[in-house]
């Protein structure tokens, strides 16, 4: 299985909600990514998780709060939410954090907030 | 930041021809790698050149890497429309840490 799966697909969210995305993979792999992607842009890093600890925050606003409860899952979790974080979340997987690796993308969360 | 830069934006092209897109980029890297990305969804990885490689292949791709110049080629041979995607390059420099260029477009015309 090299899969890496994201849900949900499409997500609309007001300004005072609180709501998680949730990404998986069974790949046995032992780092983890979430990327943030605006329309027409690269993909930019928010967080890297490396053996379920939190190896990297791009200074990403605390609306933002990563989790790893396990090495096969990592989630997104989302509170007060601005209009300008609509975007493609994008989570990735590679075997472990060393230079040679490449990362297997999962097909993205659409985001809206309205 | 060691973001790459890509050229051209975007390469219209016929079936059966060949594409080239440029990455440039701006501090030493470890390796670096190409990524396909269809409609604004996952992104594919393509291809990863060490920094100590100069030229990769891998079926319909060549990969180049000039250190000295920091740039880096990718060239996809006998095109099909479904090469039609957003191409971007990405540099590691230590530990995973992935810098994305800016993506080129290419279309590809049956």
């Known amino acids: 299985d090299t899969e890496v799966t994201q849900t949900p697909k499409h997500l609309v969210m007001g300004m005072t909600n609180k709501k998680s995305l949730k990404c998986e993979q069974h790949?046995?792999?032992?780092?983890m990514y979430w990327y943030k992607q605006k329309a027409k842009k690269p993909p930019e890093l928010m967080f890297v998780?490396?053996?379920?600890?939190?190896?990297i925050n791009e200074s990403v606003p605390s609306r933002f709060s990563p989790e790893c409860p396990n090495s096969s899952l990592l989630n997104l979790h989302l509170h007060a939410l601005q209009p300008e974080d609509s975007a493609l979340y994008l989570c990735?997987?590679?075997?472990?954090?060393?230079?040679?690796?490449?990362?297997?993308f999962g097909p993205g969360t659409r985001l809206t907030v309205l | 930041s060691q973001q790459g830069e890509e050229d051209p934006q975007a390469l219209s092209i016929q079936e059966g021809e060949n594409a080239t897109m440029n990455c440039s980029y701006k501090t030493s890297i470890n390796n670096l790698q190409w990524y396909r990305q269809n409609s604004g969804r996952g992104l594919v990885h393509l291809i990863l050149i060490r920094s100590n490689e100069r030229e990769k292949h891998s079926g319909r791709l060549r990969v180049t890497l000039d250190t000295s110049k920091k740039s880096s080629s990718l060239l996809i041979t006998a095109s099909r429309a479904a090469d039609t995607a957003s191409y971007f390059c990405a540099t590691d420099g230590g530990y995973q840490k992935v810098t994305f260029g800016t993506g080129t477009k290419l279309q590809v015309i049956p």
């Open positions: 998780y490396s053996y379920e600890k939190l190896s």
């Open positions: 990735a997987s590679s075997q472990d954090r060393t230079a040679y690796n490449e990362q297997f």
């Open positions: 790949m046995g792999h032992r780092a």
